[in-house]
Nanobody, 126 residues
Framework: QVQLVESGGGLVQAGGSLRLSCAAS????????MGWFRQVPGKERETVAAINRSGGSTYYADSVKGRFTISRDNAKNTVYLQMNSLKPEDTAVYYCAAPKLSKSYYYTLAKEYDYWGQGTQVTVSS
């Protein structure tokens, strides 16, 4: 059974940085792309970033491009989201996710992901 556990969230001032981690278990991590999403109450879950299984190809939402970096360490079964220059509008619960199918590319839509972590709260104060 695939399990995803996020960590690294917290409270930070605007302009600050945080690094989120997502530890995966239950299958061969390096065979699957991964994604980071975020959600605020009353809104749909938003795609933040995605990465393919090798780590050589990435996707970013326009709202985070140039400030966030997704990466992965297949030896540690972990995907990361480095968040710099944080803004109050980045405040949300952040989730990592994994698809059921193994593809060479990444998925960008939440509906394409089958496994989700429990989420970690990121709060950016102004």
């Amino acid at each position: 059974q695939v399990q995803l556990v996020e960590s690294g969230g917290g409270l930070v001032q605007a302009g600050g940085s945080l690094r989120l981690s997502c530890a995966a278990s239950g299958r061969t991590f390096s065979s699957y792309g991964m994604g980071w999403f975020r959600q605020v109450p009353g809104k749909e879950r938003e795609t933040v970033a995605a990465i393919n299984r090798s780590g050589g190809s990435t996707y970013y939402a326009d709202s985070v491009k140039g400030r966030f970096t997704i990466s992965r360490d297949n030896a540690k079964n972990t995907v990361y989201l480095q968040m710099n220059s944080l803004k109050p509008e980045d405040t949300a619960v952040y989730y990592c996710a994994a698809p059921k199918l193994s593809k060479s590319y990444y998925y960008t839509l939440a509906k394409e992901y089958d496994y989700w972590g429990q989420g970690t709260q990121v709060t950016v104060s102004s």
